[in-house]
């Protein structure tokens, strides 16, 4: 079979009965829809992507499959992105400075720094899977840790601690907080050696200028936690430079992504 046969979605699929007497030939488009389905629930969000764009049977196809709940929601945030008015000047801005990294030992470092057995899911699997030509702001590891501070797009970043070149404990620690009764509410601070129930590890994500009219704010993503600190997992949380942190940890890491597209789209305008 010559390369073309290998990459085309309709490729002919040769299946050689035992004893090599009879041959018949399959093209992809004559496999069940069951067979899609089971095999699209499985596939990495590239390939979701791609399986798409082959032709309109496959990208409802595509939309029916039993994917994983985060793998939707980054797809689903895919398609967001690749829509967005704010894409192609991100992008003009961005692609300079792009540079391809080593995603599983991004995550392994990432992990060992924090002591986690794990990282949140969605940020995890984002890290994994999302193509570097829909990065859309100064927010991804493949990007210089100090921006271009000419750029117009780059959400007045300062700091972009999840660039590859900073994997250290530095960009981690944990953290205590006590619950407010009556508001759910909470503050943190530096933590009493264990065993002290209400722990979260967090993540440094990002560094920003000019938040709410204060110097700066920070971005951490809530990773391993403990006791009370198991409920905010997997959400990001800020911290601004004339407080603790803020009261509430709202976002988890898609919901903090589109939020991210929503500021580029207004910059954009």
């Known amino acids: ?36 389905l089971v ?14 764009d ?31 008015p704010a894409l192609e000047p991100c992008r003009r801005e961005l692609t300079p400075y792009l540079q391809s990294f080593n995603r599983q030992q991004f995550l392994h470092s ?34 210089p840790p100090d921006p ?43 933590p009493v050696p264990p065993p002290t129930t209400n722990y979260c590890s967090l993540l440094r994500i990002r560094t920003q200028s000019e938040y709410l009219g204060t110097g700066y704010s920070t971005d951490y993503l809530m990773c391993d936690g403990w006791g009370k600190g198991t409920q905010y997992e997997g959400r990001v949380i800020t911290a601004s430079s004339d407080s603790e942190t803020n009261k509430n940890a709202q976002f988890s890491w898609v919901d903090y992504l589109k939020a991210e597209l929503e500021a580029v789209e207004r910059l954009v305008g």
């Open 1 to 36: 079979m010559d390369s073309h046969s290998e990459t085309n979605p309709e490729c002919i699929l040769q299946y050689a009965i035992p004893g090599g007497a009879v041959e018949f030939n399959v093209t992809i488009s004559d496999l069940p829809n069951e067979l899609f």
């Open 39 to 52: 095999i699209f629930s499985g596939l990495p969000l590239p390939s979701l992507i791609s399986a798409r």
């Open 54 to 84: 082959v032709s309109q049977r496959w990208r409802d196809l595509v939309a029916a499959a039993d994917i994983g709940p985060t793998r939707k929601k980054l797809l689903q945030l895919y398609f967001q992105v690749i829509t967005s």
């Open 110 to 143: 990432r992990q060992s720094s924090i002591g986690a057995t794990s990282l949140p899911e969605e940020f995890a699997l984002w890290i994994l899977e999302w193509p570097s030509h829909a990065v859309f702001s100064w927010l991804w590891p493949g990007l």
């Open 148 to 190: 271009n501070t000419s750029l117009k797009y780059s959400l007045k970043t300062r700091m972009n601690h999840l660039a590859y070149q900073n994997c250290s404990s530095s960009e981690s620690w944990l953290i205590q907080f006590k619950e407010n009764p009556g508001d759910g509410q909470w503050t943190a601070s530096e």
